[in-house]
């Protein structure tokens, strides 16, 4: 079983949210500034890389996690995932895609735009960091919602063999 957090860059909201869905970050508190910037992909993934998956852990479920960046395409990339699993008989409950994105803040988006398309790092990231922290609790709302989801999946036995 799949799961995407996808958003627009894959570098800022799909990292935090699943951190905290593979307990790499606190669901009870705001992480410190360290603790996000050690984070695997943060505020890195390069424009050349958006569009690719990034394999970041498997949860406690044994569902694998990814971050996936899809830009201002987020409608029809993920019309394009349906539809392949549509096509090679892939049960849609194999995957499930989470918009981290509409988690994000204002200050994070900034931050994320001078760091990411600007390439003012030192002004952009800390910015991010703010924001992630401003907006921290929306992300564990999330991936509380994602992880109910998977455990009743889990719980009805759900699976899939691929051919």
């Not at 410190?32 to 990034?54: A, C, K, M, S, V």
């Not at 990339?77 to 849609?92: D, G, H, Q």
């Not at 760091?115 to 922290?133: E, N």
Request: some cysteine.
């Amino acid at each position: 079983m799949i799961l995407i957090y996808h958003c627009f860059g894959s570098a800022h909201s799909s990292v935090v949210a699943s951190a905290i869905h593979l307990g790499m970050l606190p669901l009870d508190r705001v992480p410190r500034e360290e603790e996000i910037l050690t984070l695997p992909h943060y505020d890195q993934t390069p424009r050349e890389e958006l569009g690719n998956p990034f394999y970041v852990g498997r949860d406690e479920y044994n569902w694998e996690v990814y971050i996936l960046g899809l830009v201002n395409q987020k409608e029809l990339a993920k019309r394009t995932i349906w539809s392949l699993l549509k096509i090679y008989n892939v049960p849609s409950h194999y995957l499930i895609l989470a918009d981290s994105l509409k988690c994000i803040n204002n200050l994070t988006r900034l931050g994320g735009f001078l760091s990411r398309r600007v390439g003012l790092v030192s002004i952009g990231r800390p910015l991010t960091i703010k924001g992630i922290q401003k907006g921290y609790y929306p992300y564990v709302k999330l991936v509380k919602q994602v992880k109910k989801q998977i455990k009743e999946r889990s719980r009805r036995k759900e699976t899939l063999i691929l051919p």
